[in-house]
């Protein structure tokens, strides 16, 4: 039997009694409210499928993060960018909200708003992800099993991540007393010539050479690598399970020739400060390439829109990542390896994925016909 009480001028609360079940109590700003929360109460009652909502209506959203932080990302291996994603939601208005009352128009909502914040569809999905997966713990382990996923209820981001960036080569152009000097230079020449890190031109060489992932780069041990044989171990990888990898000449001498550090590593920089040095050093690059470019098409009788309009078109030092270090050193591999050895070095679980980052160039595939 459900009962209504008026508490001050403008509120109801209704408490709802069943025998087998535990006491509800609920507080709305009507009347009409008070009672279609209670017939819905009872009906589920009476047809035996009622669960209660007192410990999600009682949890705010930002509870329900850190209790996911604590409990879920703090097990795993690769907890820096989840908690980064945790940190951003804390400081949403969505977390002063109780996670009960999310909906699936809120997450439309605030997936709209990062999108139109400048946000890549990529790095939505993985929020949205995040999202998701706190209210599937909630209803699985913290007694919340009457919560609607409202992530399930909305429209993904669509992305369009394949990427078949490669190492381009141009002719760069410097100015040595007083004269134009060209030369022949391949991206990775320009980036380790002009890197302010020390360590990043054997780190860019050593990921062409192996094809392995930036963390795995910086996390390499030399207990795990043996130069005779020319292999190195990863025990634990970005799919749980361990690989090796064969290594080239170039990259086993680029093991040898790095100094003894005190954890054991081979390389002292950190995943973070690998991507901070590239990008850095791939900016410098591009300027210098510029002025020297600028420089040789004047020289050439351009005039100065015209050298604005070739320097903007050109692709060379542009777009380039690290990660595409990767795409490079497995489409040069599967120039040796066939596909199934090839899945056994990269670490791709199977061939669809390891065709992502497959790009063989056209002009090479000709000269196979020849």
């Not at 209704?14 to 509800?24: I, S």
């Not at 569809?121 to 609607?148: D, Q």
């Not at 369009?160 to 040595?176: E, G, M, P, Y």
Request: charged share 30%; proline share 4%.
């Amino acid at each position: 039997m459900a009962t209504l009480r008026k508490r001050g001028p403008s509120q109801w609360q209704v408490q709802v009694r069943r025998k087998g079940w535990p006491l509800q109590t609920k507080t709305f700003n009507t009347q009409a409210e008070a009672k279609t929360w209670a017939t819905m109460i009872e009906r589920e009652m009476d047809a035996g499928v009622f669960v209660s909502r007192n410990e999600a209506e009682s949890t705010s959203f930002a509870n329900a993060l850190e209790m996911y932080a604590e409990q879920v990302t703090s097990k795993k291996r690769s907890s820096d960018s989840e908690l980064s994603r945790i940190k951003v939601l804390l400081r949403h208005p969505l977390a002063l909200r109780s996670i009960a009352s999310i909906r699936g128009a809120d997450m439309a909502s605030y997936r709209d708003e990062r999108l139109a914040g400048g946000l890549a569809p990529a790095t939505v999905r993985r929020e949205l992800a995040l999202i998701s997966h706190v209210f599937t713990i909630a209803r699985k382990e913290w007694r919340m099993e009457s919560l609607s996923n409202p992530v399930e209820l909305i429209r993904q981001p669509s992305v369009d991540d394949a990427r078949d960036r490669r190492i381009l080569s141009a002719n760069v152009w410097t100015l040595q007393n007083g004269e134009l000097v060209c030369e022949h230079l391949d991206e990775l020449e320009m980036i380790s010539r002009h890197s302010r890190s020390t360590e990043l031109p054997q780190i860019a060489r050593f990921a062409v050479e192996t094809g392995m992932r930036r963390g795995e780069i910086s996390g390499l041990l030399r207990a795990n690598v043996d130069l005779k044989k020319r292999t190195a171990l990863l025990p634990i990888t970005k799919n749980g399970s361990s690989r090796g990898v064969p290594l080239s000449s170039r990259a086993a001498a680029i093991i040898e020739n790095q100094p003894k550090l005190e954890d054991g590593r081979v390389f002292k920089s950190q995943p973070d400060t690998i991507t901070k040095a590239f990008l850095d050093a791939l900016n410098d690059a591009r300027n210098a390439y510029e002025e020297g470019l600028e420089l040789h098409l004047k020289s050439e009788g351009l005039k100065p829109e015209q050298v604005a309009d070739r320097i903007a078109i050109d692709p060379f030092l542009l777009d380039l990542r690290f990660h595409d270090l990767r795409h490079e050193a497995t489409s040069r591999l599967a120039e040796i390896f066939p596909l199934h050895e090839l899945t056994k070095i990269t670490g791709h679980q199977d061939t669809r994925m390891l065709m992502r980052y497959y790009h063989p160039r056209t002009e090479d595939l000709a000269k196979k016909l020849s």
